[in-house]
């Protein structure tokens, strides 16, 4: 016994040294004359002692508040400050917060099957929100894990399918810019005596360069390009119309 009231004094000692220079709680301490720790643990009972008892129906919205408070607290911080270690655990919390706030729907069958309801949810959440008991990481490997994984699996699969029919998107895009570079390259030498074939052979390859969607492309501009061979003048203004009409 004495070993226990040691131990709860010591943790006292410890909260009045961190909140020394805290103004609002110095301030409370002067005009009562009491301690800071017991100051807040004596208003920390009444608040449970409240949620316990459930007068008027207060009881969710104080254990909703303080499993709401601190963890909001933590996650202030975490947006602050680099690595994702306390982002994971925070990220349990609320996965698992916004789980009771789902069933909680039915607060009033709760409450009837499950004495003591919004007592021992304030518990727990204080249980998983506090980094140094490890509760959130528990509950998560334990129960989140097992009954979410398959389906986080097929999300996973879709996620991929996506990417890489992003990346095809991607790789198409480029190859016809590359192979508009090359038509635009050999139509601006439609000046020389082997302009007509220079075109035609960047037409011919921008069309075995591109896709199904783009290839009918390349096939109209071989056509604007053999129409311009045909004629004996005006060859730049059949491709730059043809190509215009196109897009």
Known sequence: MSDYKKTIDSQFKQFDSK??????????????????????????????????INPGGIGGMLSNFSGFVLPAYY????????????????????????????????SSCLLKVIPFYWLLKTAFLFYIAVPSTGGARIIYAKVIDPA????????SKTNSVSASASNAAHS?????????????AAAS????????????????????????GFAAAAQ????????????????????????????
């Open 19 to 52: 909140y020394a220079k805290n103004k609002y709680l110095q301030q409370l301490e002067e005009r009562t004359n009491i301690p800071k720790s017991y100051l807040v643990a004596g208003l920390a009972g009444i608040y449970i002692f409240m949620i316990f």
């Open 172 to 184: 198409a895009a480029s190859k016809v810019t590359s192979a508009g570079s090359h038509i635009g």
């Open 75 to 106: 996650s202030l911080v975490a947006l602050k400050t680099p690595g994702g270690r306390d982002d994971s655990l925070l990220l349990i919390y609320w996965v698992i917060f916004s789980f009771f706030s789902v069933i909680e729907f039915w």
């Open 148 to 155: 979410t994984s398959r389906f986080l699996e097929n999300t």
């Open 189 to 212: 030498s439609m000046k020389k005596p082997d302009g007509i074939s220079a075109v035609k052979s960047a037409a011919v390859s921008a069309t075995n360069k591109t896709s199904d």
């Open 220 to 247: 109209k501009a071989t056509d604007v390009y053999d129409q311009a061979k045909s004629k004996s003048s005006g060859l730049g203004d059949a491709i730059t119309s043809g190509i215009s009409s196109h897009s």
